[in-house]
């Protein structure tokens, strides 16, 4: 009886301990699971009331802020917990957006439909550039990013179907209104906070981080490094190939200096870094600071913004080398830890 007794609890205890699991996290959840939640959550509720609390300037405004977290989050899978520094961003954008455009243009697709393209056309791309780039390390895989982004924007321009350098403009009658396009805004930039919290929570994301700090290692516990680099490499395409579609319908009419320019790259790695890169929370953070209140209210002062940005990432990489999110939910625990040094140094009576 008591062999029996013994037993039932033996197999009944991990069952138990699995049921106060929510993905993968026990109760309570730690901040980055549920900022996440509550992220998406926020999105799903400004989505649906969009066209009452938002004016046209705020939804422009908005829906542009929102294209740069999903941004941003796609390519801090990649570099942040992928460990592959990528500077070929604008491509995937690039792509996104005259994928998008062209299957309206031509096909008459609906621009839901015409999204799913964008975004799976980014994603192959990711699969055709994956072969050659990610044989590559290092510094070589930068490059090697850069120049098939440049080696794109050169097709495009001299590419008659696509416009060639004035570019195409989208037909005003399958093109969604300021806030349809809002609400796609709120749905791709929702889809990457999901994505990139199953990165950060995921067995996964685990293996892919494990790679990143220690190759011979993982392979070596059986991790196929090839496989989750491509992974990775695969959703940073596809988030930013729904970026180019969400901008493509905002702009309407666009050319490929400015949809395959690297001012995409370089935003995407500002407002990553900055926020804090391989972060759930940072890139959102980043992304804020950088766009709404260095480059909107700044935009007056372009010279001006260009400095502060310039200091800002300068001054986050020297004191603040994780990101700013990390140093804000860093700093209760560095007051208590200075608070106890002080008990302890203070003499006792």
């Known amino acids: 009886m008591n062999a029996t007794s013994t037993t039932t609890t033996t197999a009944t205890a991990p069952t138990a301990r699995r049921g106060v699991r929510l993905l993968g996290s026990p109760f309570p959840w730690p901040l980055p ?26 939804l422009d405004v908005a829906t ?40 309206q243009l031509h096909l008459s697709l609906a621009y839901p439909v015409a999204m799913v393209v964008a975004g799976g056309c980014g994603g192959l791309l990711a699969l055709v550039l994956a072969w050659p780039l990610l044989r590559l390390r290092g510094d070589y895989f930068t490059i090697g990013t850069l ?17 060639g350098s004035t ?41 892919l981080k494990a790679v990143r700090d220690h190759e011979a290692a993982a392979i070596g516990l059986g991790v196929s490094a090839f496989g989750h680099r491509l992974a990775a ?4 395409g596809v988030l930013g190939g729904l970026v180019g579609g969400v901008v493509a319908m905002q702009q ?15 935003n995407a790695l500002l407002m990553t870094i900055v926020g804090g890169i391989g972060t759930l929370v940072g ?5 804020v600071v950088v766009y709404y209140f260095l480059t909107k209210q700044l935009a007056g002062f372009q010279s001006l913004s260009i400095v502060i940005e310039g200091v ?17 939910t860093g700093l209760p625990a560095q007051a208590n830890r200075l608070l106890r040094q002080r008990a302890r140094a203070r003499p006792r009576p």
Do not use: K
């Open 64 to 103: 542009t802020l929102l294209a740069f977290v999903a941004l941003a989050q796609g390519w801090n899978v990649l570099a942040g917990y992928g460990g592959q520094f990528s500077l070929g961003v604008s491509a995937f954008v690039g792509t996104g957006a005259y994928a998008a455009g062209l299957s």
């Open 167 to 207: 570019g195409i403009s989208l037909p005003l009658q399958s093109t969604p209104g300021p806030v349809a396009v809002f609400r796609l805004a709120c749905v791709v930039a929702g889809l990457a906070l999901a994505t990139t919290f199953y990165v950060a929570r995921s067995h996964f994301g685990l293996r």
């Open 252 to 266: 309407v009419s666009f050319e490929p200096v400015g949809m395959l320019g690297l001012g995409w790259t370089v």
């Open 33 to 58: 699971a549920w900022t996440g939640v509550l992220g998406l959550a926020v999105l799903a509720g400004v989505g649906t009331r969009a066209d009452v609390a938002l004016s046209r300037y705020q």
């Open 147 to 163: 120049a098939a982004a440049l080696a794109l924007q050169a097709w495009v321009i001299n590419w008659s179907f696509a416009g």
């Open 312 to 328: 800002l990432l300068i001054g986050v990489v020297r004191f603040a080398p994780r990101g700013l999110w990390p140093l804000i």
């Open 283 to 287: 890139p959102v953070v980043g992304t």
């Open 233 to 236: 490499l695969v959703i940073s």
